[in-house]
Each structure stands twice: as C-alpha cells, then as structure tokens.
C-alpha cells in the first residue's frame, strides 16, 4: 500500500527565515510526486509536480527536489503570506492507477 | 473563467438523511475525482468519474455512497441513510486528463450529521 510521511506537522518561522519541509513515500512504483497548498476552507492548490530522483522546480520562494525515498519543498525567505498547510502526495505507476495518496500535510506558520 | 464549482459549501443532515454533494468541473475538463477529508486525516481517495463512467470506485464505501456524472449536468456524490462518521470535507477535482498532471480542487463541501 502507497505511504506519505511528511514532517513536521506543524512548523512556525519568522518572516525571511528559510527552512524546509519532508516528504517520504512508499510507492510501488512512482509516477509522480505532487505537492499541493491548502489555506483554510479551500480545496488544495497545485503547486509542483515531480517525475525522477534528482528534479527540482521552483516557484517563486519555494522549491521543491526529489530523491528515490523522499522529497523535500524549500522555503526561502518566506513571507506571512507563505501561510498554508502543504500537501505532499503521490501517484503510483501502473496502467489502472489514478488516485493520489496524500500526507496529512504540514501546517506552516509565517510571523512578521 | 470559472474554477471547479461546489456545493453547497455546507450541508447539515441528521443521521438516517440523504445527502447530496455536487460538483461542476472546470471548463474543458472531462476528468473528476472525489476526495474526502476527515479530522486529523488526509484527503483519501474516493472514486474517478469520466463522462458517464465510473472509472476507479476503489475508494468508495461498498455500502450507502454512490457517485455519477452523466452526460450533462454535474458530478453528484450521493451518501444515503447518513451517519455520524461520515462528517467530513469532501472535495472535487477535475483535470483534462486521467494522469493527474494537475488537478484543480473546488472549495469543498463541508457535511455535518447530526
């Protein structure tokens, strides 16, 4: 069965101080690595997604890499506005496989 | 350009009640999934509709949910005789493919048993 750890769950910075987010899965096969941003009452917003160990995208102060077992979503100098909980989720290679499994996400805190 | 479409955004219902969730995908868009959000969960897989089929159910309860999206109109999720363990968010998605290259969620529909 297809796994997502992320941590930590709940993660307070102060505004410009960069830190980065974990991601860890078990997939039987890996098409993709999806991360995604949920603000409060709203449905998930897409942010990256990720194919093979070694690839990186950025977008804006966030940038997001990939290894074999995990991925990680850097965030550098963030801002209040950088507030959200971030999903990470994954979809399994395979002819049948649609559905994402997702984490239970990290709350992120961003103080002025 | 409007976004995926749901609603109500909230729906209240006593135990042994009907409940019905819909969702409009995006324009263009032929591809929808139905995610649900517990407390303290993350969003779980449900069912993947395409026009008029059900392609992947393996998320759904085998009892009580059912899920369509017919030719015209929008995607409805149906959970009959409604009890306290179903309260949750339930989100829509929809993408212009079955990959999952990006999907675009609604705001969700929050349903409370009473």
Redesign the interface.
């Given at each position: 069965e297809d796994q997502v750890t992320q941590s930590p769950e709940a993660l307070r910075l102060q505004e410009g101080e960069s830190s980065s987010l974990n991601c860890s899965y078990t997939v039987s096969g890996l098409r993709g690595l999806f991360w995604y941003r949920q603000d409060p009452g709203k449905g998930p917003e897409f942010l990256f997604t990720l194919y093979s160990a070694g690839e990186e995208k950025e977008k804006e102060r966030l940038k997001a890499t990939l290894t074999k077992k995990e991925s990680f979503l850097h965030i550098t100098a963030p801002k209040p506005e950088d507030s959200a909980t971030y999903l990470c989720a994954v979809q399994a290679s395979g002819g049948s496989n649609y559905k994402l499994t997702f984490g239970k996400g990290t709350l992120l805190t961003v103080n002025p | 350009n409007a976004g995926?479409m749901q609603n109500p955004r909230h729906l209240v219902r006593r135990r042994g009640q009907e409940a019905r969730l819909r969702c409009s995908p995006m324009k263009g868009h032929s591809h929808v999934?139905w995610?649900r959000q517990l407390p303290?969960?993350?969003?779980?897989?449900m069912v993947?509709l395409q026009k008029e089929n059900i392609?992947?159910e393996?998320?759904m309860p085998k009892e009580r949910f059912s899920a369509e999206f017919p030719k015209e109109g929008p995607s409805i999720l149906r959970i009959q005789q409604v009890v306290r363990g179903d309260s949750a968010a339930y989100?829509c998605?929809s993408s212009t493919s079955?990959?999952?290259?990006?999907?675009?969620?609604?705001?969700?529909t929050q349903l409370s048993v009473l």
């Amino acid at each position: 069965e297809d796994q997502v750890t992320q941590s930590p769950e709940a993660l307070r910075l102060q505004e410009g101080e960069s830190s980065s987010l974990n991601c860890s899965y078990t997939v039987s096969g890996l098409r993709g690595l999806f991360w995604y941003r949920q603000d409060p009452g709203k449905g998930p917003e897409f942010l990256f997604t990720l194919y093979s160990a070694g690839e990186e995208k950025e977008k804006e102060r966030l940038k997001a890499t990939l290894t074999k077992k995990e991925s990680f979503l850097h965030i550098t100098a963030p801002k209040p506005e950088d507030s959200a909980t971030y999903l990470c989720a994954v979809q399994a290679s395979g002819g049948s496989n649609y559905k994402l499994t997702f984490g239970k996400g990290t709350l992120l805190t961003v103080n002025p | 350009n409007a976004g995926v479409m749901q609603n109500p955004r909230h729906l209240v219902r006593r135990r042994g009640q009907e409940a019905r969730l819909r969702c409009s995908p995006m324009k263009g868009h032929s591809h929808v999934y139905w995610y649900r959000q517990l407390p303290e969960e993350g969003l779980k897989f449900m069912v993947y509709l395409q026009k008029e089929n059900i392609i992947d159910e393996s998320g759904m309860p085998k009892e009580r949910f059912s899920a369509e999206f017919p030719k015209e109109g929008p995607s409805i999720l149906r959970i009959q005789q409604v009890v306290r363990g179903d309260s949750a968010a339930y989100f829509c998605a929809s993408s212009t493919s079955g990959f999952n290259e990006k999907l675009f969620f609604g705001s969700g529909t929050q349903l409370s048993v009473l």
